[in-house]
């Protein structure tokens, strides 16, 4: 079975620009989950999705947004980078929310996108 | 509010040694679900256990274990006989019954030395 796969997996940007990343979830799975990982902040959650609807949002600035499509691909967009954007973004997927099947509680994790906005 | 607590930013162990990894975690919730994960330098995150708050038992999985504590609110990670190949960053993550949202520890790195 394929784990979960993100694109592109590096990418260079200069402030003020805007990018856009993916994330394609295990098969089967319904919820995507993205997460920011910085050096002086560490693994920040940025929102999820479920069945195409945003069900969390973590406490990040709206330059920050996503969409989930009806195939469960997920994208996340930044407009506007700045230097402190950069970071390496990790999707995660989930059989599930909350409440499902025991077996539903894992998310998996993709090998994330390295973005530097210099 | 949820708060998970690595305090060890960094441990350094020759191999063969055993090694434990702090996690203390504060919630309200009754119902929480507790992770672990490896992020080896590649980056990405490597699922390695979940416990949920109403299961105590501690857990064993070959070098791996893991013991629950609820009264001290940890859940702490022990590798026995290190590996070199088990040189990674180690998260620990809480998450409640209201979503998928995880909220991760500062990670421990561990560096096995041969």
Partial sequence: KAGVTQTPRYLIKTRGQQVTLSCSPISGHRSVSWYQQTPGQGLQFLFEYFSETQRNKGNFPGRFSGRQFSNSRSEMNVSTLELGDSALYLCASSRSLAGGPEAAHEQYFGPGTRLTVT | AQKVTQAQTEISVVEKEDVTLDCVYETRDTTYYLFWYKQPPSGELVFLIRRN??????????????????????????????????SAVYFCALRNNAGNMLTFGGGTRLMVKP
Avoid: H, L, M, P
């Fill in chain 2, 53 to 86: 708050s109403f299961d105590e038992q501690n857990e064993i999985s070959g070098r791996y274990s893991w013991n629950f504590q609820k009264s001290t609110s940890s859940f702490n990670f022990t590798i026995t006989a290190s590996q070199v190949v088990d």
